[in-house]
């Protein structure tokens, strides 16, 4: 799923993009955050138990100074050479990714290596000693991790991608979601038939499009209070009934 500009504004409660200074999406189905490079004035971003493989997006975020990342499909710990020239990045979470491997003092000391100004390490302060013996048993990244081709905007599959949300996936998540707002609106729930759009079969890039959409709303209806859904009510009804007009003149 790609993070929007809406869901960025409603999360955060900001007017404009250069206003956020905080974003948690923490469980959020995210594997797309190419947003994050319009946001030059984030200072502390959660994004925890996602689907995140790419690390390039922060690259932009020059006031970030926590980032929290457990639990995503980061396979690889090149992805650090986006945040390298991060310069007040101070605390980091990055554990439980598949790029942490078997070996946790190396991991430790790549990371501390190539991010010496980090305070904070997977929860656990860094001391001067594993600093510098970081620079004997890290392993410097000097290049960006290479990336697979990209056909007509739609990028192959990967590895990492593999263990990352399904589009099957997001058709139950999407179905059970729109129903539990379609109930919570007092309308009747949609069968499963109506969203054969959102078939995993179908895997271009438009319906890809249209299901980030839907989520998108369905996210920034539950930020709504009383009054606000109310107001999506109407506005859902009128277009409902337009559409079953609609229908009728067609038949």
């Not at 189905?29 to 004035?41: E, Q």
């Not at 439980?96 to 997977?122: A, F, I, W």
């Not at 000097?142 to 991608?161: L, Q, Y």
Request: hydrophobic residues 35%; aromatic residues 4%.
């Amino acid at each position: 799923m790609r993070l929007t500009r809406a869901v960025v504004l409603a999360r955060s409660k900001a007017a404009a993009l250069d206003g956020v200074r905080r974003l948690n999406c923490w469980g959020s189905r995210l594997t797309d955050i190419s947003i994050c490079r319009d946001l030059p004035n984030i200072e502390v971003i959660t994004f925890s138990v996602n689907g995140i493989s790419d690390l390039e997006p922060l690259n932009q975020c020059q006031n970030l100074s926590e980032l929290y990342l457990r639990k995503n499909n980061i396979a690889s710990l090149h992805e650090l050479f986006y945040l390298k020239s991060l310069p007040r990045l101070r605390v980091l979470w990055l554990s439980e990714n598949p790029c942490c491997g078997s070996d946790p003092h190396h991991y430790r000391m790549t990371v501390l290596r190539n991010l010496p100004s980090l305070q904070k390490l997977d929860n656990q302060a860094v001391t001067e000693e594993e600093l510098s013996q970081a620079l004997v048993d890290g392993e410097e990244i000097t290049a960006p991790p290479a990336r697979r081709k990209v056909e007509n905007g739609c990028p192959e599959s990967s590895a990492a991608e593999s263990t990352a949300e399904t589009e099957s996936d997001l058709l139950n998540f999407s179905l059970e979601e729109t129903n539990k707002i379609r109930e919570e609106l007092g309308m009747k729930p949609l069968p499963r038939d109506k969203f054969s759009s959102f078939s995993p079969r179908e895997a271009d890039c438009s319906q890809k499009k249209r299901s980030n959409i839907l989520n998108a709303i369905l996210l920034l209806l539950k930020e709504l209070d009383t009054e606000g859904l109310e107001i999506v009510q109407q506005s859902v009804g009128q277009r409902l009934q337009a559409s079953g007009k609609k229908e009728l003149q067609e038949d």
